[in-house]
């Protein structure tokens, strides 16, 4: 079965792409009958070096993302994965030409079809006069053994794009670009790893991996790597990288050692996602600090992708001062990042957390319940959300992301580790403030959000006092505050409808002689029943409210989990005798 693909036609797919990035780019121009795209200021160029650079379609951004001044002049572009035609670069070769260029360099990724089309169309430029030269990048560190075939053109090139565009800028003739940038190519390397393959549009995934594999040293057109390796931590999978790159036993190793300066690429392959390349980067930089090396600059983003294949490249460069202000210049190209010209080794990469306000003594200490009781209270309260997870999450799988339970038993380890610390504070403002923050911290999601409102706003009328009169209006505070800020009401099929149930019959705590139990018990009862009707309630807010009403035949698990915790504590005063 072919994969899908957001595209108009196959055979168009290359022709749209490059269209689509033209259009959106007022920098850039299309070479009329031809997959060319150009510098729009390309008049400006008169007396300099002009480089072009291409290859199959696919690799995206890569190569017309890095067209602009301080980088390339041109790309052609093939179909997907397949070497651009000779005529088009025959003519992208002619309008840097007659646009007053100096002369040209192609920089050339090294595969067979590349290699051959790009240099025939050399050759046929050079017999009408054009001064062309040609540089064939082989950055590729997968291979222990040397190929015939050399070592493959991966992410590196895009480095040389930098290097040869800073050069140009500033001027240097060809012969001496072409002699600069063959120097540095020399003096990097890439390997890849990826979770599965891509998929060529209209054609099935190129390799299958089982669900415990990845591939170690794949190219970028789908082909399979050099092995096959179990699947592991992304530090695990980063350090067997790097020791496979810079092992010297490798012949296409780079010299990388303790004291070396590098400038390290994070390349996305085109379907890994943010989260990932950021932990993959996070692993890149510790790996190689640990190992000694100076990380110079630190590129990570997606720079040449292989369609959507869900992996990632590391590059090396070694550098050194000029090669540094090279990679640093300037430039207009719409894919090369906004990199901080300073170097990553060494920099401060976080400051102290602010200071916590002084505590101001709580008339209300005393108007509490005991530490021992308030600790009975909040271990009931865990040990029912834990025993809850698999039920809530169970529940949430139909209006969320199946969560729930988890994010709720998290709090609850959360409020056992803080027990563990020492006795709580004897002032319920003081506690009702300590559980918000810790809610805030540690349970993370909407979740911890409206439950640290809730608490947060609850504990301001416990400031004065703590009769229950006060409890109700703290009561009423929270509420206010969840639904100011989380724009749920009641009726809304949140944890919301049973808090407002619960709140309703606390009001009765306002009436002089009011009875603690007796009317906990009718809250209790009443959260209860208001959490069992959210099954037939309509969702209004949360994700739920993006789901059709007719899958939500359960109640929702926020509803279930506040009416559990009203229930819990009830059961634990009611134990001891409050």
Not at 427 to 455: I, R, T, V
């Amino acid at each position: 079965m072919t994969s899908k693909k957001l595209v108009n036609t196959v055979a168009g797919c290359a022709d749209d792409a490059l269209a689509g990035l033209v259009a959106c780019n007022p920098n850039l121009h299309l070479l009329r009958g031809h997959r060319v795209a150009l510098r729009s200021d390309l008049d400006s160029l008169k007396g300099r070096v002009a480089l072009l650079s291409g290859g199959g379609s696919g690799h995206e951004p890569a190569h017309a993302g890095f067209v602009g001044k301080g980088m390339l002049t041109g790309v052609i572009a093939g179909a997907v994965f397949t070497s651009p035609a000779v005529g088009s670069i025959l003519a992208a070769i002619r309008a840097v030409a007659q646009a007053g260029t100096v002369g040209t360099l192609l920089i050339v990724k090294n595969y067979t079809g590349d290699r051959l089309n790009f240099g025939l169309a050399r050759e046929q430029a050079r017999a009408e006069g054009i001064p062309v030269e040609m540089v064939v990048i082989g950055d590729d560190s997968a291979f222990t053994v040397l190929k015939k075939a050399g070592r493959r053109g991966l992410c590196g090139t895009v480095l040389i794009h930098k290097v040869a565009g800073a050069l140009a800028e500033a001027g240097v003739g060809l012969e001496e670009i072409t002699n600069r940038v063959s120097v540095v190519a020399k003096a990097m390397g890439t390997l890849g790893v990826s979770l599965s393959s891509c998929s060529v549009p209209g054609s099935r995934p190129t390799f299958e991996l089982s669900p415990d594999e990845v591939e170690l040293g794949l190219g970028i057109h789908g082909e399979a790597g050099v092995r096959r390796i179990k699947m592991a931590s992304a530090d695990k999978i980063v350090t067997l990288m790097l020791d496979h790159m810079t092992n010297s036993s490798n012949v296409s190793h780079v010299p990388v050692q303790s004291g070396s300066s590098v400038v390290l690429m994070v390349n996305n392959l085109g379907g890994l996602s943010f989260l990932e390349l950021g932990i993959m980067a996070d692993a890149a930089v510790r790996s190689l600090e640990g190992r000694g090396v100076k990380i110079a600059r630190a590129l990570v983003g997606t720079f040449m992708s292989a369609l959507e294949m869900p992996g990632i490249s590391l590059t090396l460069l070694l550098v050194d001062e000029p090669l540094l202000k090279l990679i640093d210049a300037e430039t207009t190209a719409s894919a090369w990042p906004n990199v901080a010209k300073v170097s990553v080794t060494g920099r401060k990469r976080s400051r102290a957390a602010p200071a916590e306000p002084l505590e101001v003594p709580d008339s209300t200490a005393t108007g509490g319940l005991a530490s021992g009781q308030t600790v009975l209270v909040l271990e009931r309260v865990c040990a029912t959300l834990l025993g809850l997870e698999e039920h809530l999450n169970a529940l949430d799988r139909a209006a969320g992301d199946g969560d729930c339970g988890t994010t709720h038993s998290r709090a609850a380890r959360a409020i056992q580790g803080w027990l563990k610390e020492g006795p709580p504070p004897a002032s319920p403002a003081q506690l009702l403030s300590k559980l918000s923050l810790l809610l805030l911290e540690k349970m993370g999601g909407s979740s911890g959000a409206l439950y640290g409102l809730f608490l947060t706003a609850a504990a301001q009328p416990l400031k004065a006092k703590t009769d229950l009169p006060a409890w109700s209006a703290a009561m009423d505070a929270g509420l206010e505050a969840m639904q100011k800020y989380g724009k749920a009401a009641p009726g809304d099929r949140t944890m919301l409808d049973s808090l407002w149930a619960a709140g309703q019959e606390l009001q009765a705590w306002k009436s002089p002689g009011a009875n603690l139990f007796h009317v906990l018990t009718k809250a209790v009862q009443s959260a209860e029943a208001a959490a069992e009707a959210t099954k037939t309630m309509e969702a209004g807010a949360g994700r739920a409210s993006y789901i059709s009403s007719a899958r939500l035949d359960q109640p929702d698990p926020g509803a279930v989990a506040t009416a559990a915790i009203l229930r819990a504590i009830l059961e634990a005063l009611q134990h001891k005798g409050v």
